[in-house]
């Protein structure tokens, strides 16, 4: 099984901030990544596919990239909305993924 | 509106059996294939299962493999999740996703991707005694 951390677990910036997240494959994935945003109580949404590709409706601020083993995920100018928690997911077998653990944004 | 609605949560004692639905409503079901991913409280993701768009294509986690069987109804617009064998690892809110289907075409190479684009709210199931 290919597994995924993400690091920091927690992280606290202040708004107007520029924020790196990393998540690293156990394994080479290609850029089978994918990076969700999920708030307190409520599903994941989806911000990036295939590594670097914006989601539809997802705002200019964050972007992707990495391939094989290294990702990151980084949001300039950081908005009140965006404190919540960030998930990878790795799609390197069809239909088949793991998620990382999660990085906390928190409000410093 | 596009929407997942699931349910079907609740207490259930440890060996019991619990089935979970999933309402689709807003978007054609039948085109896409779907998914169950579940959440520890205050824990990360855990994707459990696949079905494709004509129940032919089937995947579980090794972690609910045996135990959980997926299914569809094209007819009624729902999926479903049956969980036999509980145990209270398998505490967690349960939602159903929508997998959306990407395919980019670098030179001779078509490469495929897939992400979940559309999630219910969640139904939460509780393993205890």
């Known amino acids: 099984d290919i597994q995924m951390t993400q690091s920091p677990s927690s992280l606290s910036a202040s708004v107007g901030d520029r924020v790196t997240l990393t998540c690293r494959a156990s394994q080479s994935i290609s850029n089978y990544l994918n990076w969700y945003q999920q708030k307190p109580g409520k599903a994941p949404t989806v911000l990036i596919y295939?590594?670097?590709t914006l989601q539809s409706g997802v705002p200019s601020r964050f972007s992707g990239s990495g391939s094989g083993t290294q990702f990151t995920l980084t949001i300039t100018n950081v908005q009140p909305g965006d404190f919540a928690t960030y998930y990878c997911q790795q799609t390197y077998y069809d239909h088949r993924s793991t998620f990382g653990q999660g990085t906390l944004l928190e409000i410093k | 509106e596009m929407q997942l609605v699931e349910s079907g949560g609740g207490l259930v004692q440890p060996g019991g059996s619990r089935r979970l639905s999933c309402a689709a409503s807003g978007f054609s079901f039948t085109e896409y294939s779907m998914a169950w991913v579940r959440q520890v409280p205050g824990r990360g993701l855990e994707w459990i299962s696949y079905i494709g768009t004509s129940s032919t294509i089937i995947h579980y986690a090794d972690s609910v493999k045996g135990r959980f069987t997926v299914s569809r109804d094209n007819g009624k617009n729902s999926l479903f999740l049956q969980m036999n064998s509980l145990r209270a690892a398998d505490t967690a809110v349960y939602y159903c996703?929508?997998?959306?289907?990407?395919?980019?075409?670098?030179?001779?190479?078509?490469?495929?991707?897939?992400?979940?684009?559309?999630w219910g709210k969640g139904t939460s199931v509780t393993v205890s005694s």
């Open positions: 996703a929508r997998e959306v289907h990407h395919y980019a075409d670098y030179g001779l190479a078509r490469y495929f991707y897939f992400y979940m684009d559309l």
């Open positions: 295939a590594a670097s």
